[in-house]
């Protein structure tokens, strides 16, 4: 059984900080797959993260360059981007594949539900919701990862 659980958020510097926190917790390579809506939190996430990993440039979404490859403190930030993509197929066609089991590398893709099919199935899986009255506060649904 999956392990699994569930944290409320109350604000971009809160989610920026859980991410940086939980960065320093993964020592290995591994994949974070993320889901949710629109302005949901993922990239707010990702940059906590990269903070966390000590990357000291800015981190925005790759949405138009599909990737971004950021050099951390220990190992390397991968962060994709699958909102253009429509399947599998378009993944594997921009050499995607190459960053699901990358050594020395933490890969963390966005609207990961367009590629379900192909994400490992031990990675970490994060699904964002947002509350629908308060847009800074926000859920993350997490499974394969205790903190």
């Known amino acids: 059984m999956q392990k699994q659980?569930?944290?409320?958020?109350?604000?971009?510097s809160a989610t920026q900080q859980f991410a940086a926190e939980m960065a320093i917790?993964?020592?290995?390579?591994?994949?974070?797959?993320?889901?949710?809506?629109?302005?949901?939190g993922k990239t707010?996430?990702?940059?906590g993260f990269a903070r966390g990993m000590g990357i000291e440039e800015k981190v925005g979404s790759p949405t138009f360059k599909l990737v971004s490859e950021y050099q951390?403190?220990?190992?390397?930030?991968?962060?994709?981007?699958?909102?253009?993509?429509?399947?599998?197929?378009?993944f594997f066609n921009i050499g995607g594949e190459e960053y699901l089991d990358q050594e020395n590398a933490i890969t963390i893709i966005e609207w990961s539900e367009k590629?379900?099919?192909?994400?490992?199935k031990d990675a970490i899986k994060i699904e964002f919701n947002r509350d629908p009255k308060n847009a800074d506060v926000r859920t993350l649904k997490i499974e394969s990862w205790t903190p």
Do not use: W
Not at 44 to 47: A, D, E, P, S
Not at 73 to 89: A, G, P, T, W
């Open 5 to 12: 659980f569930s944290i409320t958020l109350d604000s971009i």
């Open 44 to 47: 707010t996430f990702t940059q």
């Open 115 to 120: 590629i379900e099919k192909i994400i490992p």
């Open 25 to 40: 917790t993964i020592k290995g390579a591994c994949v974070i797959a993320m889901t949710g809506n629109l302005g949901s």
């Open 72 to 90: 951390g403190k220990f190992q390397k930030l991968n962060h994709v981007d699958c909102y253009r993509l429509e399947n599998e197929s378009e």
